[in-house]
């Protein structure tokens, strides 16, 4: 006989929501994660009675009551028996966590074994300014007991690695390579970062290239759609930089872990990210193409909650910073995908979400003309289905789909989860005009259909 579980009762009370409502909850996060439980009120209250949630939905039960309790709430503590994993402890150990994230990401049994944590929103939060001094204090103080010597020679192969990845990364999507990215970083990276460095340059230079290693890694995650792998990666990433005493690297990061939550629909969270992106020196040692970077995440999370003014202002500063970016100023490698098409792109983003259609339109198609598609093919594909997605909602049906069939020509040999949901979006824009026998509209869906079929 089972016991009633008290303390998940408890948990709920406080929360003061109905089953039905966390049951939405649990169903949003699960979502998020790639899963598609069965949840309902009947669910909850068998939980309640003391049944145990199976498969990874315990965890994410957790975490949709943090979000409504808004702190942190463990599966432990409302009686559940899984595996609890928090997805962004700042206090951990930044190489012991790495070596676990080697351990547990590419080894898939061993991922099943342990469970997956939720993408926490929980776990959004920025530590504060004593934790920023204290990780730049210990990172300067490792190699004392080190024995391995790391030289400029290790640093500039790491550089060059990293540089390697982004660019096969930009052009077929985070679905390839990753694997390589996460052993490499892992394993061969994190030796150097155990190492005696020949001097502080290097030593906070090897951190710094970790940092965006670990960036990167998150990236191509997010990309392709696994959201708590890329938070976890994000979240090492900034450690990374801290330890470097690298402020703009920790913006870059903090810039792209606010550009997941505001795909994911997490926009108060997403545009306090952003604020910490451009706070003190993280934007004012950052570069002028990645201060336009900064800014213009930073003006899509203003736009996401309906600050318009302030997300204007922001979107023309982003564009002002750009035009200091020349051959002649010395920028990081990091940012070489970003100029007048990718500014264009995130412009338009945001003029979409402030219901500005037609503006939004034209900066989609100033990023299509503007962008050397060869080389940045995955973002090429995703401007391309957010065009046609906004053309469809402007009626424009026969321009969509000429706009879409361009998208899908483009997405051949892209694995990535935002060609995916693009994919899908134009199924789902599409379905009323099928049924209308549109003859563009069917040839996209057939086109579309495939492509989802093939890229899993």
């Given at each position: 006989?089972?016991?009633p579980?008290?303390?998940?009762?408890?948990?709920?009370?406080e929360?003061?929501?109905?089953?039905?409502?966390?049951?939405?909850?649990?169903?949003?996060?699960a979502?998020?994660?790639?899963e598609?439980?069965q949840?309902?009120?009947?669910?909850?209250?068998q939980?309640?009675?003391?049944?145990?949630?199976?498969?990874?939905v315990?965890?994410?039960l957790?975490?949709?009551?943090s979000?409504a309790?808004?702190?942190?709430?463990?599966?432990?503590?409302?009686?559940l028996?899984v595996p609890?994993r928090?997805?962004?402890d700042?206090?951990?150990?930044?190489?012991?966590?790495l070596a676990?994230?080697?351990?547990?990401?590419?080894?898939?049994e061993?991922?099943?074994?342990?469970?997956?944590?939720?993408?926490?929103?929980?776990?959004?939060?920025?530590?504060?300014?004593?934790?920023?001094?204290?990780?730049?204090?210990r990172?300067?103080?490792?190699?004392?007991?080190?024995?391995?010597r790391?030289?400029?020679?290790?640093?500039?192969a790491?550089?060059?690695?990293?540089g390697?990845?982004?660019?096969?990364?930009?052009r077929r999507g985070?679905?390839?390579a990753?694997?390589?990215?996460?052993?490499?970083l892992?394993?061969?990276?994190?030796g150097y970062?155990r190492?005696?460095?020949?001097s502080e340059?290097?030593?906070?230079?090897?951190?710094?290239a970790a940092?965006?290693?670990?960036?990167?890694?998150?990236w191509?995650?997010?990309d392709?759609?696994?959201h708590?792998?890329?938070q976890?990666?994000?979240?090492?990433?900034?450690?990374?930089a801290?330890e470097?005493?690298?402020?703009?690297?920790?913006?870059?990061?903090?810039?792209?872990?606010?550009?997941?939550?505001?795909?994911?629909?997490?926009?108060?969270?997403a545009?306090?990210?952003?604020?910490?992106?451009?706070?003190?020196?993280?934007?004012?040692l950052?570069?002028p193409r990645?201060?336009?970077l900064?800014?213009?995440?930073?003006a899509r999370?203003?736009?996401?909650?309906?600050?318009?003014r302030?997300?204007?202002?922001?979107?023309?500063?982003?564009?002002?910073?750009?035009?200091?970016?020349?051959a002649?100023?010395?920028?990081?490698?990091?940012?070489?995908?970003f100029?007048e098409a990718s500014?264009?792109h995130?412009?338009?983003?945001a003029?979409?979400d402030?219901?500005?259609?037609?503006?939004?339109v034209?900066?989609?198609?100033?990023?299509?003309?503007?962008r050397?598609?060869?080389?940045?093919?995955r973002?090429h594909a995703?401007t391309?289905?957010?065009?046609?997605?906004?053309?469809?909602?402007?009626?424009?049906?026969?321009?969509a789909?000429a706009?879409?069939?361009?998208?899908?020509d483009?997405?051949?040999?892209v694995?990535?989860?935002?060609?995916?949901?693009?994919a899908?979006?134009m199924?789902g824009?599409?379905?009323?005009y099928?049924r209308?026998?549109?003859?563009?509209?069917?040839?996209?869906?057939?086109?579309?259909a495939?492509?989802?079929s093939?890229?899993?």
């Amino acid at each position: 006989m089972r016991e009633p579980n008290d303390r998940l009762r408890a948990v709920i009370a406080e929360a003061d929501m109905t089953l039905d409502a966390l049951a939405r909850l649990v169903q949003r996060v699960a979502a998020e994660n790639n899963e598609a439980p069965q949840t309902g009120k009947s669910t909850i209250s068998q939980w309640i009675s003391g049944r145990q949630p199976s498969g990874n939905v315990g965890v994410f039960l957790a975490e949709a009551l943090s979000r409504a309790l808004g702190g942190v709430v463990t599966p432990q503590e409302i009686g559940l028996i899984v595996p609890s994993r928090r997805v962004a402890d700042w206090g951990t150990d930044t190489l012991i966590a790495l070596a676990d994230l080697g351990r547990t990401e590419v080894d898939v049994e061993r991922r099943r074994a342990l469970g997956v944590a939720a993408y926490s929103v929980a776990a959004l939060a920025v530590p504060g300014e004593q934790w920023w001094k204290d990780a730049a204090e210990r990172g300067s103080v490792r190699d004392k007991v080190a024995t391995r010597r790391v030289g400029r020679g290790d640093l500039e192969a790491v550089r060059e690695m990293a540089g390697l990845f982004s660019k096969v990364d930009q052009r077929r999507g985070g679905g390839h390579a990753w694997g390589a990215v996460v052993r490499y970083l892992t394993a061969d990276v994190t030796g150097y970062l155990r190492g005696k460095f020949e001097s502080e340059r290097v030593r906070r230079g090897m951190f710094s290239a970790a940092s965006e290693l670990s960036y990167l890694a998150g990236w191509m995650a997010f990309d392709n759609g696994d959201h708590p792998t890329a938070q976890r990666f994000f979240t090492e990433a900034v450690k990374l930089a801290a330890e470097a005493g690298d402020p703009p690297m920790a913006a870059h990061v903090l810039r792209a872990m606010a550009h997941q939550a505001i795909d994911l629909g997490h926009h108060r969270q997403a545009l306090a990210l952003a604020e910490a992106s451009i706070e003190g020196e993280r934007y004012a040692l950052a570069g002028p193409r990645e201060r336009a970077l900064l800014g213009v995440v930073h003006a899509r999370g203003l736009a996401a909650v309906g600050r318009r003014r302030a997300a204007t202002a922001a979107l023309l500063r982003a564009e002002a910073d750009l035009t200091g970016a020349r051959a002649e100023v010395a920028e990081p490698e990091r940012v070489f995908f970003f100029g007048e098409a990718s500014l264009a792109h995130e412009t338009a983003c945001a003029l979409r979400d402030m219901g500005d259609l037609d503006g939004a339109v034209r900066e989609f198609r100033r990023s299509v003309r503007t962008r050397k598609a060869e080389r940045f093919t995955r973002t090429h594909a995703v401007t391309l289905g957010y065009l046609g997605g906004v053309q469809v909602r402007l009626k424009n049906v026969e321009e969509a789909c000429a706009t879409w069939s361009q998208a899908l020509d483009a997405m051949d040999g892209v694995r990535s989860g935002r060609t995916r949901q693009a994919a899908g979006d134009m199924r789902g824009l599409l379905s009323p005009y099928r049924r209308r026998r549109v003859a563009a509209a069917a040839e996209v869906d057939a086109r579309a259909a495939a492509y989802l079929s093939e890229s899993v």
